[in-house]
Structure formats: C-alpha cells, structure tokens
C-alpha cells in the first residue's frame, strides 16, 4: 500500500509546491512552499483544455462503440446455433496472435479516408478480443438459456431479448468491461501520434507527452551547454515542471472518481471465465 500511495501522495504534493523545493529534494512528502500556479496556468492554456476536450470526447464515445460491438459480437458468439460460429471465434482469435504491422495499417487508415479524423481514433481497436471471449463466456455460463426460450415463446425477438433479459443480468461484465475500455481510451496516445496532424483533435495525454518531451530537450541542453541557463529559462523550466505534475492531476482524476461507482461490480466481474465448481 506505501509503494502504491507515496507516488500519489508526492505528485500531488509537487503539483502545489514550489518547484524549486521539489527538484532540490527538500519536497518529499507534505507540499512545501504551496503555490496553484501550475493549475491555474493549465486551466488557462487553450492547448491543455481542447486535448482535455477531446479525450473526454473520444473516451465516452469509444467506450459505447466498444461496448455495443462487442457486447453484440459476443452475444451472437455465444449462441450455438449460430452457423460457421467456431470459425468466426478462429478468425478472431488468430488476430490475438498476429497483424497487418504499422505500416499497412496506417495504409489501410489512408485508404478509408480516416486519418486526421475523428473516426481515427474510434474505429481501430472497436473490438478487443479478450473482452469479447470474457463476454462470450459470461453468455454462455451465466445467462440461463430457459429465460430466453421464455422469452420468446412470450414473443419477444431476439433484439429485446437482449436488451432487457440479457444486459440487466451482465451488469458485472459490462461494468469490467467499460472500466478497461475506458481506461485504454483514456491512456491512449499512440494513434494520435500517428494518425493526426490537426493540432486541434490531439488528445490530452499527446499535449502532456509534448510538454514532457519539450522540458526533457531543454534540461539535456543546459546540461550539455548547447544553450544558456538564464535566469528567464530557469524560471520558465521550473513553471513547466509545476504544470507536469499538475496536467498529471487533472488528467488522471476523472478515471479514479469513476472508480468507486463501478466497484461493486469489479470484483464480481473480473472472476468471469474462471473454472467453476
């Protein structure tokens, strides 16, 4: 528990300490020297608060389209009537194993017209196949088959059937599986990196890697001695390590609020697909 809580603890101490006390050590625990400069400057920046934007954007409706698709993949999976059902699972499995590589992905992204759009950073990684083989399970091994024959004998269709039999039951999946679809959304970079050159739809965790990056260039010059460590530079150093940790506070907060509201569920959820006695 002390390994997992100092680095909270510390980052939250830096983002409203003075940077001078954090990068010489005399800040280690407690906040020293308390200053909001780093957030106020972060709620100020029209670059932080769009990539903010986005990311929230692309999170929540990322996190739908995950959970429609494979929740519906993963139903009609499950079901064994379904024809050609083991080779659909064969066909999805072996992309666990293998892919196209960067480059003809990013070449299949050109071709369809998706890059520097929104879509770039929906659609690929739309089904994850481990999520969907825990839904498929969690289908065949929790949902009794009788309340779907009753169903339809009372003339539901297999439409309705799922939406108000099937999805009030999985609750615990689906509570599993939005936190990890969420918190990869959240996280994610790499797409953007790759796919966009619009400014404007760079998500947040992009804009923070920029800064990291930009205050690591600027360190190893004064190191070396490629440039000057004015006292203007200095100051300037120091204000954007107090923007780090803070950006570091506000983009992790929104995941670790949502946390508590879907734990119930979690540790239900998370022991779908074991052995059952």
Known sequence: MLLVLYPLVFIISASISDPVLVT????????????FEGYKRVFQSSDIMNGFKNTVTYTVLGTALNLIFTLTSAYALSKRHLVG??????????????????????????????LNTLWV???????????????????????????????????????????????????????????????????????????????????????LREILV????????????????????????????????SVIIVSSAPIIAVYPFIQKYFSKGVMIGAIKG
């Open 24 to 35: 010489s050590g005399q800040m280690w625990l407690f906040p020293r020297g308390i200053t």
């Open 121 to 207: 950073m929906l659609i690929p990684g739309l089904v994850g196949v481990t999520n969907l083989i825990i839904a498929r399970t969690f289908f065949m091994n929790s949902i009794p088959q009788e309340l779907e024959d009753s169903a339809m004998i009372d003339g539901a269709s297999n439409t309705r059937t799922f939406l108000t039999i099937v999805l009030p039951l999985s609750m615990p999946v689906i509570a599993v599986m939005a936190l990890y679809y969420s918190l990869s959304r959240w996280n994610a970079y790499f797409n953007a990196l790759i796919y966009l050159s619009d400014r404007s739809r760079y998500p947040l965790q992009l804009i």
């Open 85 to 114: 059902r083991n080779f659909f699972m064969l066909m999805i499995t072996f992309t666990l194993y293998f892919n196209g590589g960067l480059i003809p992905t990013y070449l299949l992204i050109m071709n369809l017209n998706m």
């Open 214 to 245: 930009e205050n690591q260039t600027r360190t190893q010059l004064m190191i070396t001695g490629v440039i000057e460590a004015d006292e203007y530079l200095s100051s300037q150093m120091r204000l954007a390590s107090l923007i780090r940790y």
